[in-house]
């Protein structure tokens, strides 16, 4: 889906399709480069990284295993809720594994730290990230980023993975909804 086929709910693009594109052939390149010769664990945070593994995955050009964790904390709103749910675990150990953990978003920085945290916790041989996103401004917690995605100003993205409530993941570019778009959320409502 393009941003033309739903246009009357889009306020702005923020990154276009040959952005994205541009940015994760390059990393791909670099990570290729970082990983010759060892075993790679490309481990995405489901549900938002789904768009940004797929082009990641097909774009290096050495074999790395895929896995997938699927955590939450924004539920059906625009902030999170603090408190990182695990909704699905990894299917394997991660014990002298090199991984490479692949996000859509860095936000407040809680679900990465949580993971990078956990995954050294369980013995990994080494932790590094890729974010395609990064809102900087926003950042309530540290955490050390290999490979830097785009910053972003403080909006509320969609897009390329990224949903609000759900919906808008299957946009091909990251884009910014009209105000009205998130009018129904609940101000009291922590999601
Ligand atoms: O830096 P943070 O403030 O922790 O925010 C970033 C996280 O929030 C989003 O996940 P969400 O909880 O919306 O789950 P989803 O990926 O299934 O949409 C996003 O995909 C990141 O995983
Ligand atoms: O801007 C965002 N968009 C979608 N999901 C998110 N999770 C954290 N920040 C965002
Ligand atoms: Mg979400």
């Known amino acids: 889906m393009r941003i033309a086929d739903i246009q009357s709910h889009i306020d702005h693009e923020l990154v276009s399709k040959d952005r994205i594109e541009d940015l994760i052939s390059k990393v791909a ?14 481990v995405a945070v489901l549900k938002g990284a789904i768009n940004t593994l797929a082009a990641l995955s097909q774009a290096v050009t050495i074999p790395v295993q895929l896995e997938f964790m699927s955590l939450s904390s924004y539920g059906s709103g625009t902030t999170s809720s603090g ?6 675990d990894l299917d394997c150990s991660v014990r002298g594994r090199h991984i490479l953990i ?54 509320f993205a969609v897009g ?5 409530d759900e919906r808008y993941r299957n946009l091909d570019s990251i884009a ?16």
């Open 29 to 42: 390149a670099q990570v290729s480069q970082d990983y010759a010769g060892k075993d790679l664990l490309m």
């Open 83 to 88: 408190s990182i749910t695990v909704r699905k």
């Open 102 to 155: 692949v996000e859509d978003i860095i936000d407040s920085g809680r679900t990465l730290r949580w993971l990078v945290d956990e995954l050294r916790s369980r013995g990994a041989a080494s932790v590094e990230v890729f974010a395609l996103l990064d809102k900087t401004c926003r950042h309530e917690v540290q955490v050390d980023v290999k490979y830097p995605g785009y910053v972003i100003p403080d909006e």
């Open 160 to 164: 390329f993975g990224l949903d609000y």
């Open 176 to 191: 910014v909804l009209k105000p009205q778009e998130y009018e129904h959320e609940d101000q009291g409502e922590q999601s």
